[in-house]
């Protein structure tokens, strides 16, 4: 669905598609985090660009990356938090395949990020269904997750406990089936209180977590 937005987006909320774009757009949490002068979010840059916005926009204090792949977001998210710097934060990366980890790992400190002084950094191998890797956190809950592991929805039932009230999941690749229908059945469950996929490179699912 093309709204006529600035933002070009490829679907809103359930109420959007009713039609009350205007109302929904006013009052909608995602769409004032995107009230940014001078960024121009359709030039096809890295979806990277966009987790780094949404960090430095809503200055979450716990975050959690599943699936680091070649540490590509892990240093973005890094540079984020280095952007944040009277927040001391915790951040949690989870990569479960050896050779990945590892390339995350010499990306991190070939940037020289290994060491950030507001934040404790941990850079995990090991599988994001496994809930002793999540120990490191404490009793801290986490306000922001960007999760691009296999098996997303598992993923997401794993780490839903483990989530503040007012955590921003986002899901990467949202232009599989997988997630495409994943995200819209949180809604409905009334798991997610909001979200939007938004056209970057790869399609991003933002979403608000709903906790009553």
């Known amino acids: 669905m093309n709204t006529g937005s600035k933002l070009d987006l490829l679907q809103l909320t359930e ?3 009713k039609g009350n774009h205007e109302g929904v757009r006013s ?4 769409w004032n985090s995107f009230q940014v002068k001078d960024i121009d979010y359709n030039t096809g840059r890295e979806d990277s660009l966009l987790i780094k916005f949404l960090i430095i926009a809503n200055r979450p204090r716990v975050i959690l990356e599943t699936g680091s792949c070649t540490g590509i977001t892990t240093t973005a998210i890094i540079e984020a938090i280095i952007d944040c710097p009277a927040q001391q934060h915790k951040f949690l990366s989870i990569e479960w395949d050896e050779q990945r980890h590892k390339e995350t790992c010499e990306r991190v400190l070939f940037n020289q990020l290994f060491d950030p002084k507001n934040c404790e950094l941990n850079l995990v191998k090991g599988d994001t269904h496994d809930r002793e890797v999540y120990k490191c956190l404490g009793d ?3 306000d922001f997750a960007f999760v691009d592991d296999s098996h997303r929805a598992k993923t997401f039932d ?7 009230e007012k955590a921003i ?3 990467h690749d949202g232009y599989q089936n997988s997630i495409s229908k994943l995200v819209p059945k949180l809604y409905a469950e009334g798991r997610i209180s909001e979200y939007i ?3 970057t490179e790869r399609t991003l699912a933002i979403c608000k977590v709903s906790k009553k």
Not at 27 to 30: G, V
Not at 158 to 164: A, F, H, N, T, Y
Request: hydrophobic residues 50%; glycine residues 0%; proline residues 9%.
């Open 158 to 164: 794993v780490i839903e406990p483990l989530l503040s």
């Open 169 to 171: 999941v986002v899901f």
């Open 140 to 142: 801290e809950k986490i």
């Open 27 to 30: 009052n909608s949490w995602l």
């Open 197 to 199: 996929f938004f056209p």
């Open 15 to 17: 109420e959007n598609e």
